[in-house]
């Protein structure tokens, strides 16, 4: 399987380097990381296959490595297994995409109801550093990995661990829709003023307006994804 020119970025975090894929995480796991985001950077398509063999020369692992890789990345609905044939990167639509949103409004209301109680002010001065950091960032893909970290730092204090780790799955299963949506930046005039409503709201403890605030922000980006795919038709 041909490597994009663009995973150079990833690969020299890849077993050398990063100190983000560093000591604490197994081959595996880096293995799997890896290769989510560039399932999630659409480096390798959807629909491709992914043959263990050929992933484990280019990774200079095992096959038992690669196989536990797929195997986790199918659990997360980035890959689908297809028997004998092995795992293909999972196809896009506007189905899925539609799904991934109800479950996510749901689940981060959840979390923001939780979180805005115990957000520190560390955690909130984190979080408008991250917003005035979007404000001058004119590369989208850097714009969304600082806005997934922007929720996140939202969600660090909701004592609900498992709803915070199935909420990160789920942003980077979306991530794959908003890079292929999302081209300019100059769109996201509107979701830095929620974000900024955002941390208005949970900097005064009001778990409503938190709310109300995030749903808005949740709906808003559903519909510029959803106009997009439907008028390019680039989904299954």
Request: aromatic share 6%.
């Amino acid at each position: 399987m041909p490597v994009h020119q663009g995973d150079d970025r990833l690969k020299t975090g890849l077993f050398g380097g990063d100190p983000g894929l560093s000591a604490p995480k197994t081959i595996a796991a880096q293995v799997t990381d890896h290769l989510r985001q560039r399932i999630i950077h659409g480096w390798i398509p959807a629909g491709a296959a992914l043959r263990q063999a050929a992933l484990a020369k280019q990774y200079a692992v095992s096959v038992g490595v690669v196989r536990e890789a797929l195997v986790r990345l199918a659990s997360e609905g980035f890959l689908e297994a297809q028997g004998r044939r092995g795992y293909r990167v999972a196809p896009l639509s506007l189905e899925e995409f539609a799904e991934l949103h109800e479950i996510r409004l749901w689940l981060e209301t959840q979390l923001t109801r939780d979180a805005v109680l115990q957000a520190t002010p560390e955690q909130l001065d984190r979080a408008e550093g991250l917003v005035r950091a979007m404000d001058v960032e004119r590369d989208v893909g850097r714009w969304l990995t600082l806005n997934n970290e922007f929720h996140a730092t939202l969600y660090r204090s909701s004592s609900r661990r498992r709803m915070r780790r199935l909420q990160e799955v789920l942003r980077l299963l979306c991530e794959r829709y908003h890079r292929l949506a999302l081209k300019d930046v100059h769109r996201f005039e509107s979701a830095q003023r929620e974000h900024r409503a955002l941390v208005e709201a949970f900097r005064d403890r009001d778990a409503e307006r938190a709310v109300q605030v995030l749903q808005e922000h949740l709906l808003h980006t559903f519909q510029v994804v959803r106009s997009f795919l439907q008028a390019q038709n680039l989904c299954s």
